[in-house]
T-cell receptor, first 114, second 113 residues
Framework: DTGVSQDPRHKITKRGQNVTFRCDPI?????LYWYRQTLGQGPEFLTY????????KSRLLSDRFSAERPKGSFSTLEIQRTEQGDSAMYLC????????????FGSGTRLTVV | GDSVTQMEGPVTLSEEAFLTINCTYT??????LFWYVQYPGEGLQLLLK?????DKGSNKGFEATYRKETTSFHLEKGSVQVSDSAVYFC????????????FGQGTTLQVKP
């Protein structure tokens, strides 16, 4: 297993465009998390899935954000009508579901909105 | 709500110096506490954890003790190396069974030879 993979590593987009990121978790992990990290700050929780069910969404996740995890495997995070304030590192993590333990983070997708 | 506060960086030390990075938290109940490390260009990696009061987490020469009375989880290392240069994040396990983590803002450590 190669760990948690995120694609792309970097994305530059123009304001108003839509972007989609992909996360491939560790195959045995049934929980998948998305976090956002802005410069100089720690990661902030966005949403998480237990298998294919999205169980919690942060207030940070506006209507322009949507996440899916079809079939409980990979996940996608889509941002519609991007704004400059969306520029951040988007981190994906997976865990076997034992509370906060056993997290494995991906290397992240860095989004720059120009 | 739950929160984590870390000492501001950057912290610059000479090799073999003693390291302390302060972390305090606010939480309901008794959360698990974690230190994560992020090396340049890499993902977050778990450094150590503690699950209950007075537990000491340790790994790679780093230690942190879960102090309920002072709501703290300070990270220490007796002798830092250049390879320890990274960003360190203190985190707590959120309430409930979601497994989400609440992070501090991170502290950058730079170790000079």
């Amino acid at each position: 297993d190669t760990g948690v993979s995120q694609d792309p590593r970097h994305k530059i987009t123009k304001r108003g465009q839509n972007v989609t990121f992909r996360c491939d978790p560790i195959s045995e992990h049934n929980r998948l998390y998305w976090y956002r990290q802005t410069l100089g700050q720690g990661p902030e929780f966005l949403t998480y899935f237990q298998n294919e069910a999205q169980l919690e969404k942060s207030r940070l996740l506006s209507d322009r954000f949507s996440a899916e995890r079809p079939k409980g495997s990979f996940s996608t995070l889509e941002i519609q009508r991007t704004e400059q304030g969306d520029s951040a590192m988007y981190l994906c993590a997976s865990s076997p579901g034992q509370g906060s333990y056993g997290y494995t983070f991906g290397s992240g997708t860095r989004l720059t909105v120009v | 709500g739950d929160s984590v506060t870390q000492m501001e960086g950057p912290v610059t030390l000479s090799e073999e110096a003693f390291l302390t990075i302060n972390c305090t938290y606010t939480a309901t109940g008794y959360p698990s506490l974690f230190w994560y490390v992020q090396y340049p260009g890499e993902g977050l990696q778990l450094l150590l954890k503690a699950t209950k009061a007075d537990d000491k987490g340790s790994n790679k020469g780093f230690e942190a003790t879960y102090r309920k009375e002072t709501t703290s989880f300070h990270l220490e290392k007796g002798s830092v190396q250049v390879s320890d240069s990274a960003v360190y994040f203190c985190a707590l396990g959120g309430s409930g069974n979601t497994g989400k983590l609440i992070f501090g803002q991170g502290t950058t450590l730079q170790v000079k030879p």
